[in-house]
């Protein structure tokens, strides 16, 4: 019986190994990189992230020589395009020799798959073969039509070669995506209408435009500097017996702290059903629950697993998820009326504060506090799912406290849009005026518009270390080493912004019971 059942468990795990084995092989994709006027490195990271997350597919990437390679490095890199099943491209740059470029024109017309990401839609302009796979690419009006979609029927606009805008794009901002073939297989199940992360929307593209399938479209907002139209942002394009989907969303710039865009669920959704989709014509996987809403992003939770970070002897002894009302309760504020439940219906369940606390703290210091009442924490780790409600300028802020002994002696990590003195560290009170004590830090953190973030604090009382993370879990985007104080508080809040908290979990050997009685309850 033994022998039986040990027998059993090897062929259920082989079946469940992707079916490697007994089942299909896994989806072969050639990633392009090694030039683009945008970061290529981490939009390459992030777009092999995605599809190695989703199990299906097995990702080599083939990187270019370098702009101001001579030409020997060029006649070496010869890609195998059919060795795989897609071929990703993350490429923006010189043009390639042309034995490459037929190479690639031979493998889609012969049934290859090829996904365009945001600016290779800019690159080869001279290519004709490569205008027409991706249809509209980065040129200026005269090169070619350009195409709108009328919002209320889906019909397709032509704009005439000279007419119209050329190419180009309004203000990095989130915008609402709507889904115009809900019954192809890649948007099959996604809702027709969801909030995309902070992006460029790119409008006035430039091209051949034949036998184009928009897939989903974005309003180009006037207010944003758009074009007042509905712009094609995911379509699908026949090439022989290949295809082509091009997707325009994806913007990570060179210096860019953040990769809203790559990270947003709706995002990384499609883009992987896509390959899946130019593989083998069909689409298993599955739409998230956790998907975008009309009103909110939803970002990729990019945490590794506790049990890899977390030090050892810590537990998770603290998790809050704010699925009821009754959540509130954990908490004890500055100012109780600053403070509210937003249930579903305003999007993600969180803690919002929505309005400044009439509250004034003994020394110079956050004005907004909400602190987890009846715990305190010495080592910890505490991870944070939270949004940033406020309008955008400099000092654009959300803060998280620790070691909180009293309203005149805490720590607390300001996260803002951009750092100084005062902005954008760790800081100490300690009887008076807060003071910077962090030791390294970044230029400012981009917190979008509608863009959830996960925010990790590490803490360890014997050493001293502060560690501040934000989405990038590999390395923190601020540090510091301090002893002053031991246990305290824990919490969430602004200088004089709004937020959202929509979840937090804290490791910790232990923690002391201990209530808060300087600040008030919900309804106190």
Known sequence: ?????????????????????????????????????????????????????????????????????????????????????????????????????????????????????????????????????IGLGWRDRDYGDGIAVDDASGRLLRIPQGAGIGSGHGRRHSYLVRIRKPKHPIMKGIPVRWMHATDELYHGQRGPALDMTILASAYSDPRQAGSGQHEPLVWVIPYGQGRVVTNLMGHHWSGQEHRNSLHCVGFQTIFTRSVEWLARDRVTLPVPDRFPTTTEVVMVDLTPAPGLEVPAGHRLLYNQAMGRKEALRDFVFSDPAAWRYSGRSQGEPALEHYQQSRYEPPHRSPLNIALIDGQQFGSFVADLRVRQTGREYGHRDLCFFFGFQDPAHFYYAHIASRTDDHAHNIFLVDGRARVKISTTTTAGHDWGERDWHQVRIRRDLESGSIQVFVNDMSKPIMSARDKTFAEGWIGVGSFDDTGKLSRIRIWTPEFVRKNADFFSGPGD
């Open 1 to 133: 019986m033994i022998r039986t059942r040990t027998c059993c468990l090897i062929c259920l795990s082989l079946l469940v190994l992707g079916g490697e084995l007994y089942g299909e092989e896994k989806i072969r994709v050639l990633l392009l990189d090694g030039q683009n006027n945008h970061n290529w490195v981490e939009t390459s990271e992030s777009l092999r992230g995605a599809l190695e997350r989703a199990g299906l597919f097995q990702v080599v990437t083939s990187s270019s020589p370098p702009q101001d390679a001579e030409s020997g490095a060029w006649r070496r890199w010869w890609p195998d395009f059919r060795a795989f099943d897609v071929v990703v491209s993350n490429y923006n740059g010189q043009s390639w020799p042309r034995a490459v470029e037929e190479a690639l024109e031979e493998y889609v017309h012969s049934g290859g798959g090829l996904a365009i990401v945001h600016a290779a839609n800019n690159a080869f302009p001279e290519w004709e073969e490569y205008n027409r796979m």
